[in-house]
């Protein structure tokens, strides 16, 4: 059983930098594992960093499968709104129902994660991967929030750790390539928050929008498609951003000159814009 929404995504660091940025071990594991990946998709290991054990970085399955499932499934996202907000208004700023839905309700409350990324690949609603586009943020890693769960397999005893990326409603880079959701993406000074917080209204109010200002995305090749794809040139573009950077360029611009930006910072100033 496969849920999707947000399911590509990619991990290309060496994990001595995930290491660093979010200040954990990688934990030592006796099965391969791929990195980096330009494909992270439905059933591959990926790191992760729970709330059990929020000082080490283990690789758990993409594609949550419940504790209580008779069968394996791959749960890859959880809608932060539930069964709220059925037409995906990107204004929606209601209840958050993910904390009522049978398969995340235990989770949302005691089995939080940090799910590492560097970019994401997204496409329009209708047109999905036949139309893909590399979604990036202006630092990277990342951190995305996610949900984990514990299954044994009851035919074989094999005891499986998956997890689930939540989703929320898009902001306007999602909403210029076309797509209704985007993976909630937290601020570095929210993590710990994620992963330690016993409070729910603490937590459920961190599934928001991330800032469009500081994100941006452009087209690449329908290769990413097909699972089997998996290298760099997954990342190149095949068109424009759908932001121009030129427009990031003039932000950029408007903000140093709040923050005391002179016509003789220009040299200096433009070398800081070119993005």
């Known amino acids: 059983y496969f849920c999707y929404m947000c399911g590509r995504y990619v991990v290309i660091d060496k994990l001595e930098a995930y290491e660093k940025r979010f200040n954990a071990v990688a934990q030592q594991y006796s099965v391969?594992?791929?990195l980096p990946n330009y494909n992270v998709g439905p059933g591959a290991l990926a790191p992760v960093i729970t709330n059990a054990?929020?000082?080490?970085i283990q690789f758990f399955r993409f594609g949550m499968t419940p504790f209580w499932a008779k069968k394996p499934m791959y749960l890859l996202n959880a809608r932060a709104e539930g069964d709220h907000n059925s037409d995906d208004d990107p204004q929606y700023r209601g209840a958050k129902g993910i904390?009522?839905?049978?398969?995340?309700?235990?989770?949302?409350?005691s089995q939080r994660c940090l799910v590492l990324a560097d970019y994401f690949y997204e496409?329009?609603?209708?047109?999905?991967l036949d139309k893909p586009y590399l979604v990036f943020l202006k630092r990277r890693p990342f951190a995305m929030a996610g949900l984990w769960d514990e299954w044994a397999n009851p035919?074989?005893?094999e005891?499986?750790?998956?997890f689930s990326i939540i989703t929320t409603t898009p902001n306007e880079v999602l909403r210029k390539i076309g797509h209704h959701r985007s993976?909630?993406?937290?601020?570095e000074s929210d993590e710990r928050t994620w992963l330690e917080s016993d409070h729910l209204a603490s937590i459920t109010e961190l599934l928001e929008p991330y800032d469009s200002d500081e994100m941006n995305a452009y087209p690449v090749s329908t290769r990413v498609k097909n699972p089997r794809s998996n290298d760099l040139q997954l990342l190149s573009?095949?068109?424009?951003?759908v932001i121009p950077e030129v427009e990031l360029r003039v932000l950029q611009e408007l903000k140093l000159q709040g923050m005391g930006y002179t016509k003789r910072d220009d040299r200096s100033g433009q070398e800081k814009l070119d993005l």
Not at 159 to 162: A, K, N, V
Request: glycine residues 8%; aromatic residues 2%.
């Open 237 to 241: 573009p095949v068109g424009a951003p």
């Open 183 to 187: 993976p909630v993406i937290l601020h």
């Open 99 to 109: 904390i009522s839905k049978p398969s995340f309700r235990k989770p949302i409350r």
């Open 53 to 56: 054990k929020p000082n080490e």
């Open 123 to 128: 496409g329009p609603k209708k047109e999905k």
């Open 32 to 34: 391969h594992i791929t």
């Open 155 to 157: 035919e074989t005893g």
């Open 159 to 162: 005891i499986i750790h998956s």
